[in-house]
């Protein structure tokens, strides 16, 4: 017997039958479900009603004049507007084959006749929620493609205006490196020639060595800032350009490019008493820059006629260098900061600051996969660890 209690799941339903008792009884039912129904005897008719106007559901027969079951339901299936349509057969054809043929031409479900209706009310209502269902998971996907490409869109703008800024800031640094040094070298250059021009008597010398170390720390941190800022900028062209690197060739030129200033302090450099043979993946000219910089930042650390030793090993198959010095150690406060940008106005080498170059090395080295620590030395001076990449293929 037929239950009272009305389905969830109200919808446009077609029905395909050429028996109009069939089409009567299922239109009786389903409209006392609440359902809107359509009744069509042909299938060509329903193929044409369905494209204009599509159903929720179909309930389609098999034996039917001119068009059966199977074609039209592999005609629905074949249009991209309506294959997405649930398709029930209702057939007096019971055997196995028939129904794998049913499925195989798109069918959702097969109801043998003769048919109960409460059989037709229950599938009916399961393929209509499914239906809904799939709708919903079907906007949900097309609300989701259209907020991932929302997104995708303002990523994409955003970085294009943080390529702007970061373009900006390179460009400005480098237009401010250019009007710094401009009247610098002028200022520069007229204050030797006072100092060249004043007598030759201990105050003035000691003002030619003041001049000559705020010269030198001024052209200094405007080379460091400048090249930090393009590392932070264009930090994967970098990477991209690293090669294998001679690390004694590399070792030797920084060694030469910091010999005056050791000179000025009067501490000697004294390079590593066993060959390296090594190369490392880098940059040669960055590679020598951070280098010299570390030696610079040992000198800092040396007393007066003391001398700062370099030395290497392997450890295990990465090349790792030592600088030590000689004379001074970092306060303990210091030590975590020793590489960090904005230490930079901290006093810590007695009577100066250490500039910009650990950070830089430290940002060079990093650049390519290596590493550099500190620590103090007992009884005094620091010890500066670099560990590099080993460039394979390369003896």
Same mark, same amino acid.
């Given at each position: /017997?037929?239950? &009272?209690?009305?389905?969830?799941?109200?919808?446009?339903? /077609?029905?395909?039958?050429?028996?109009?008792?069939?089409?009567?009884?299922?239109?009786?039912?389903?409209? !006392?479900?609440?359902?809107?129904?359509?009744?069509?005897?042909? *299938? +060509?008719?329903?193929?044409?009603?369905?494209?204009?106007?599509?159903?929720?559901?179909?309930?389609? !027969?098999?034996? /039917?004049?001119?068009?059966?079951?199977?074609?039209?339901?592999?005609?629905?299936?074949?249009?991209?507007?309506?294959? *997405?349509?649930?398709?029930?057969?209702? @057939?007096?054809?019971?055997? %196995?084959?028939?129904?794998?043929?049913?499925?195989? @031409?798109?069918?959702? !479900?097969?109801?043998?006749?003769?048919?109960?209706?409460?059989?037709?009310?229950?599938?009916?209502?399961?393929?209509?929620?499914?239906?809904?269902?799939? $709708?919903?998971?079907?906007?949900?996907?097309?609300?989701?493609?259209?907020?991932?490409?929302?997104?995708?869109?303002?990523?994409?703008?955003?970085?294009? +205006?943080?390529?702007?800024?970061?373009?900006?800031?390179?460009?400005? #640094?480098?237009?401010?490196?250019?009007?710094?040094?401009?009247?610098?070298?002028?200022?520069?250059?007229?204050?030797?020639?006072?100092?060249?021009?004043?007598?030759? %008597? $201990?105050?003035?010398?000691?003002?030619?060595?003041?001049?000559?170390?705020?010269?030198?720390?001024?052209? @200094?941190?405007?080379?460091?800032? #400048?090249? /930090?800022?393009?590392?932070?900028?264009?930090?994967?062209?970098?990477?991209?350009?690293?090669?294998?690197?001679?690390?004694?060739?590399?070792?030797?030129?920084?060694?030469?490019?910091?010999?005056?200033?050791?000179?000025?302090?009067?501490?000697?450099?004294?390079?590593?008493?066993?060959?390296?043979?090594?190369?490392?993946?880098?940059? $040669?000219?960055?590679?020598?820059?951070?280098?010299?910089?570390?030696?610079?930042?040992?000198?800092?650390?040396?007393?007066?006629?003391?001398?700062?030793? =370099?030395?290497?090993?392997?450890?295990?198959?990465?090349?790792?260098?030592?600088?030590?010095? $000689? *004379?001074? %150690?970092?306060?303990?406060?210091?030590?975590?900061?020793?590489?960090?940008?904005?230490?930079?106005? &901290? %006093?810590?080498?007695?009577?100066?600051? #250490?500039?910009?170059?650990?950070? =830089?090395?430290?940002?060079?080295?990093? #650049?390519?996969?290596?590493?550099?620590?500190?620590?103090?030395?007992?009884?005094?001076?620091?010890?500066?660890?670099?560990?590099?990449?080993?460039?394979?293929?390369?003896?």
């Amino acid at each position: /017997m037929l239950t &009272e209690q009305p389905l969830s799941h109200h919808g446009d339903i /077609m029905i395909v039958d050429d028996n109009p008792a069939n089409l009567r009884l299922l239109e009786d039912m389903l409209m !006392d479900q609440g359902h809107e129904v359509r009744s069509f005897p042909l *299938g +060509r008719l329903a193929l044409a009603a369905a494209i204009k106007d599509p159903p929720n559901l179909i309930l389609l !027969d098999v034996n /039917m004049p001119e068009m059966d079951g199977f074609e039209v339901c592999k005609h629905l299936k074949a249009s991209e507007e309506i294959s *997405g349509i649930p398709v029930i057969f209702l @057939s007096a054809l019971s055997e %196995t084959q028939d129904k794998v043929k049913a499925f195989r @031409s798109g069918a959702a !479900d097969y109801i043998s006749k003769p048919f109960q209706l409460e059989e037709v009310q229950a599938r009916v209502e399961t393929h209509l929620k499914l239906h809904d269902l799939q $709708q919903a998971l079907k906007l949900q996907n097309e609300n989701l493609e259209k907020a991932v490409a929302s997104r995708t869109r303002e990523l994409a703008q955003a970085n294009e +205006r943080l390529t702007i800024l970061d373009r900006s800031k390179s460009e400005f #640094l480098d237009l401010i490196s250019h009007e710094f040094r401009t009247p610098l070298h002028g200022l520069i250059a007229v204050g030797e020639l006072i100092l060249e021009g004043m007598p030759r %008597t $201990q105050e003035n010398h000691e003002l030619q060595g003041i001049f000559e170390r705020s010269r030198r720390r001024i052209l @200094s941190i405007l080379d460091d800032a #400048l090249l /930090m800022t393009r590392i932070d900028v264009n930090a994967m062209q970098f990477r991209l350009s690293a090669a294998p690197v001679s690390l004694g060739a590399a070792l030797s030129h920084a060694i030469e490019s910091a010999a005056a200033f050791a000179k000025s302090r009067d501490v000697a450099l004294a390079p590593p008493s066993k060959r390296l043979d090594f190369f490392v993946l880098g940059d $040669q000219d960055l590679l020598v820059r951070a280098l010299h910089s570390l030696l610079e930042a040992a000198v800092k650390f040396s007393a007066k006629g003391e001398t700062v030793r =370099l030395s290497w090993d392997v450890v295990p198959d990465s090349p790792r260098v030592f600088i030590e010095s $000689q *004379g001074r %150690t970092i306060p303990g406060s210091a030590l975590a900061k020793f590489f960090d940008l904005f230490s930079i106005g &901290e %006093t810590i080498t007695f009577g100066e600051d #250490l500039g910009l170059g650990p950070p =830089l090395a430290y940002r060079i080295l990093s #650049l390519f996969g290596a590493s550099v620590s500190v620590a103090n030395r007992a009884p005094s001076g620091i010890r500066l660890t670099i560990s590099l990449k080993h460039a394979p293929g390369e003896v």
